[in-house]
């Protein structure tokens, strides 16, 4: 009989949005499927991202109902937004259904949260796991009193396929491959392609990859205008 696997998290299929959250949550359910032995797991998973009518919603949700009453073990991925509502949940649910959990912390911010929220360090210490994406929020969530963290750094899957690898002997381009908001460094990296043109002669282009935050968008047409170096190519798939 087929063990049941339930993960809760956005993963941006309703409101087609790309970034940290959104990709490490499909990342890790794409790779529970290429990993596990499929005759052996059913791995389900609701996405919190969707919108439409209360109906819609609300269906959504009793599916994701459905698939937790029916997995032994849970995997949680929430946005930071909805952390405070689902962790309790599951705390007092989980009293009687003695589900196994599995908290998968995006970004840096979990600590933080606890710092603010002291009274929910409690439901993360009944967790089976909380996975970390760097060392040092491992130490320091071990020194608020969590011994049930592990360091689980972020990856992506990427399809087998032939690279060629040349010498060069100058760079002449550089990538920037990311969500386009200053939060990520885009205008650093833009004024140091500036800075370095000026110093040089064979000069460097900035090629920029990834979709631009709707609320940067006047401030990145700015910036593009800034330097006659950087060239945007959109998203890629």
Same mark, same amino acid.
């Given at each position: 009989?087929?063990?049941?696997?339930?993960?809760?998290?956005?993963?941006?299929? +309703?409101?087609? $949005?790309?970034?940290? *959250? &959104?990709?490490? &949550?499909?990342?890790?359910?794409? /790779?529970?499927?290429?990993y596990?032995?499929? /005759?052996? %797991?059913?791995?389900?998973?609701? $996405?919190?991202?969707v919108?439409?009518s209360?109906?819609?919603?609300?269906?959504?949700?009793?599916?994701?109902?459905k %698939?937790w009453?029916?997995?032994?073990?849970?995997?949680?991925?929430?946005?930071?937004?909805?952390?405070? +509502?689902?962790?309790?949940?599951?705390?007092?649910?989980?009293?009687?259904?003695?589900?196994k959990?599995?908290?998968?912390?995006?970004?840096?911010?979990?600590?933080?949260?606890? $710092?603010?929220?002291?009274?929910?360090?409690?439901?993360?210490?009944?967790?089976?796991?909380?996975?970390? *994406?760097?060392? /040092?929020?491992?130490?320091?969530?071990?020194?608020?009193g969590?011994?049930?963290?592990?360091h689980?750094?972020?990856?992506?899957? +990427? $399809?087998?396929?032939?690279?060629?690898?040349?010498?060069?002997? !100058?760079?002449?381009?550089?990538?920037?491959?990311?969500?386009?908001?200053?939060?990520?460094?885009i205008?650093?990296?833009? /004024?140091?392609?500036?800075?370095?043109?000026? !110093?040089?002669? *064979?000069?460097? !282009?900035?090629?920029?990859?990834?979709?631009?935050?709707?609320?940067?968008?006047?401030?990145?047409?700015?910036?593009? *205008?800034?330097?006659?170096?950087?060239?945007?190519?959109?998203?890629?798939?």
């Amino acid at each position: 009989m087929k063990k049941n696997i339930f993960i809760l998290g956005n993963f941006g299929y +309703y409101s087609n $949005d790309l970034n940290g *959250q &959104t990709m490490r &949550t499909r990342t890790i359910y794409k /790779s529970l499927n290429r990993y596990l032995n499929d /005759s052996k %797991y059913n791995i389900k998973f609701t $996405d919190t991202s969707v919108k439409g009518s209360k109906i819609k919603v609300l269906m959504n949700y009793l599916r994701g109902l459905k %698939y937790w009453f029916t997995s032994k073990s849970i995997i949680l991925l929430p946005a930071q937004k909805a952390i405070k +509502y689902v962790v309790p949940l599951f705390y007092y649910v989980n009293t009687i259904l003695k589900r196994k959990i599995h908290f998968i912390a995006i970004g840096g911010w979990l600590r933080d949260f606890l $710092d603010e929220n002291n009274n929910y360090t409690k439901y993360f210490q009944k967790m089976n796991t909380i996975y970390v *994406q760097t060392k /040092s929020l491992k130490k320091k969530l071990e020194n608020k009193g969590l011994n049930n963290v592990i360091h689980f750094p972020n990856f992506r899957i +990427y $399809d087998d396929h032939d690279i060629e690898i040349k010498e060069i002997d !100058e760079v002449k381009k550089v990538v920037f491959f990311s969500r386009v908001i200053k939060a990520k460094g885009i205008e650093l990296a833009v /004024s140091a392609i500036n800075k370095i043109n000026k !110093e040089r002669e *064979q000069k460097i !282009e900035l090629y920029i990859y990834g979709p631009v935050g709707s609320d940067y968008l006047d401030d990145f047409n700015k910036l593009k *205008q800034s330097s006659p170096f950087i060239r945007y190519n959109g998203v890629l798939e």
